[in-house]
């Protein structure tokens, strides 16, 4: 990560964390996405959770390393292995709201009064 030297820069950095938050939210509850790419959040809690680590934590500092490489190696797999359309569309929103999936014609049947 890059020294902060401004406050300006940190909020640089928080901003771009946010976003990409969102990002992955809206990845998550994309129905185009293949489950099995949605269960990767899913691996990272459960390594994190679990007492189980490559580098024991009552190592201080790298037995906290080793979870943070995992979480920033998992998003990085995440974001890489998402269709790419979807995730330039979830990146890039044309329209305000939710993304239109139906392709769809319609017509107006006309009732007779009566």
């Not at 979870?67 to 890039?92: C, H, S, T, W």
Request: proline share 9%; aromatic share 8%.
């Amino acid at each position: 990560m890059a020294k902060l030297r401004s406050p300006k820069s940190a909020i640089n950095v928080l901003s771009e964390m946010v976003k990409r938050a969102r990002l992955l939210w809206h990845l998550l509850h994309d129905e185009r996405a293949p489950l099995w790419i949605k269960l990767i959040p899913v691996v990272i809690l459960l390594y994190i959770l679990s007492p189980i680590d490559l580098i024991p934590d009552p190592i201080l500092g790298l037995g906290q390393l080793d979870d943070i490489a995992f979480i920033l190696l998992g998003l990085k797999l995440l974001f890489d292995l998402y269709p790419a359309e979807v995730m330039e569309e979830q990146r890039n929103p044309t329209s305000k709201g939710p993304p239109s999936y139906v392709d769809a014609e319609f017509r107006v049947i006309e009732e007779d009064e009566e």
